[in-house]
Each structure stands twice: as structure tokens, then as C-alpha cells.
């Protein structure tokens, strides 16, 4: 099974910066990952899939970008709603799981 | 509008079983890669089972064997029968659609515990 491990687990970021949070995967999955953003009591809200297409919707300061074993998501710029947690999420389609990240839960310095 | 609402959830016994329901609008359930997604109080996010379009299915380690997710194409739905329950499968239990999980119902929470 593909393990994700994302980094860090948590963040302390203030509005305006610039924030990344890597995801590496066990074994290459292309570009088949996405990224969700999650609040609390709230189901998770795709952000990016295929690695760095944005979902519609979603405000320009997300991106994601990687290949292979190694993802970012970036916020260019922080905005007050963004505080939340997010995860990553593979689903290569040579592996029949769908297998998350642990989180990293962006908190208000 | 793609809609999907769980029913389901409550309080069980361990050792007991449930079956989930997750009714979808908007989309036909069989032409789509269905999930369950569950999340532990305070945890991450835990994927639980797929099932394919063309009716492949697949399981977490953590519930092979205990679990099964199927489909009632006439009704649009989707479940998930869940036998053997543990303590650890206390979770909000959520469906969601396609593999890069574009919708999601609002969750039905599953409580084991004696």
C-alpha cells in the first residue's frame, strides 16, 4: 500500500504570508494526488487535483505543484478563512487504495 | 445540484452491526467511483473502501473482512455494511464522490461503545 506523509503537522503562519506544506508519497504516483482543505465539524473542500489543477472555485492563491513521490501546496498569500486543516490524498490508478496524509492543521501566529 | 446525504450512524454495542446509507441526486451512482471516508474524533481523515463503476471493490486494511460497500443502482445509493464493530471505528463516516473527491455528504457519525 502507498503510505502519504505530510509535513509539518502543524503550521503557525500570519495573514499575509506565503505558506507551503509538503506531502511525499511511499512510491511514485504521477500526478495522481490531491489536496482538501477541512474546518472543524465541516466535510473536506477539494482544493487541487492531478498535483496542480485547481478545482473550480477555489481562489488563485492555492496551487499545488510535484510529481512522482514529492507535492506542495502553497498558499501565496494568507487569508483569515484560511486557517484550517489540510490533507493530501493519492489515488494512483495502478493502487486500488485511496490513501490520505496526516494533516497539517495552519494555525494563527 | 450533486447531493449526497448519509444516514445511518448511531450509537452500537461492540461486536455489533450497522449499515450505512448514503442516497445521491444529481449524478448516477454507478457511472461514479463511490467512497467512505471516515474520521475518528480529533483525528485525520481515513479512507475505508471504493467501489468502481464497473463494481470493483476495495477495503482499508483496518476493515477487510469486517466491512462491505455495495451499491443499489435502482435507488441510487450507496452503503456500507459494517459487522464486527470496534471501538476504533468511531468516526463521522462520510461518502464521497470520484477518486480526487470533488463532493461529499455531510457525514453520519457512528459511536461504538458498551
Known amino acids: 500500500d502507498i503510505q502519504m506523509t505530510q509535513s509539518p503537522s502543524t503550521l503557525s503562519a500570519s495573514v499575509g504570508d506565503r505558506v507551503t506544506i509538503t506531502c511525499r508519497a511511499s512510491?511514485?504516483?504521477?500526478?495522481?494526488l490531491a489536496w482538501y482543505q477541512q474546518k472543524p465539524g465541516k466535510a473536506p473542500k477539494l482544493l487541487i487535483y492531478k498535483a496542480s489543477s485547481l478545482e473550480s472555485g477555489v481562489p488563485s492563491r492555492f496551487s499545488g505543484s510535484g510529481s512522482g513521490t514529492e507535492f506542495t501546496l502553497t498558499i501565496s498569500s494568507l487569508q483569515p478563512d484560511d486557517f484550517a486543516t489540510y490533507y493530501c490524498?493519492?489515488?494512483?490508478?495502478?493502487?486500488?487504495?485511496?490513501?490520505f496524509g496526516g494533516g497539517t492543521k495552519v494555525e494563527i501566529k | 445540484e450533486v447531493q449526497l446525504v448519509e444516514s445511518g450512524g448511531g450509537l452500537i454495542q461492540p461486536g455489533g452491526s450497522l449499515r450505512l446509507s448514503c442516497a445521491a441526486s444529481?449524478?448516477?451512482?454507478?457511472?461514479?467511483?463511490m467512497s467512505w471516508v471516515r474520521q475518528a474524533p480529533g483525528k485525520g481523515l481515513e479512507w475505508v473502501s471504493v467501489i468502481y463503476s464497473g463494481g470493483s471493490t476495495y477495503y482499508a486494511d483496518s476493515v477487510k473482512g469486517r466491512f462491505t460497500i455495495s451499491r443499489d443502482n435502482s435507488k441510487n445509493t450507496l452503503y456500507l455494511q459494517m459487522n464486527s464493530l470496534r471501538a476504533e471505528d468511531t468516526a463521522v463516516y462520510y461518502c464521497?464522490?470520484?477518486?480526487?473527491?470533488?463532493?461529499w455528504g455531510q457525514g453520519t457519525l457512528v459511536t461504538v461503545s458498551s
Open positions: 444529481g449524478f448516477t451512482v454507478s457511472s461514479n467511483y
Open positions: 464521497a464522490r470520484d477518486t480526487a473527491m470533488a463532493h
Open positions: 490524498q493519492q489515488y494512483n490508478s495502478y493502487s486500488p487504495g485511496l490513501t
Open positions: 512510491q511514485s504516483i504521477s500526478s495522481w
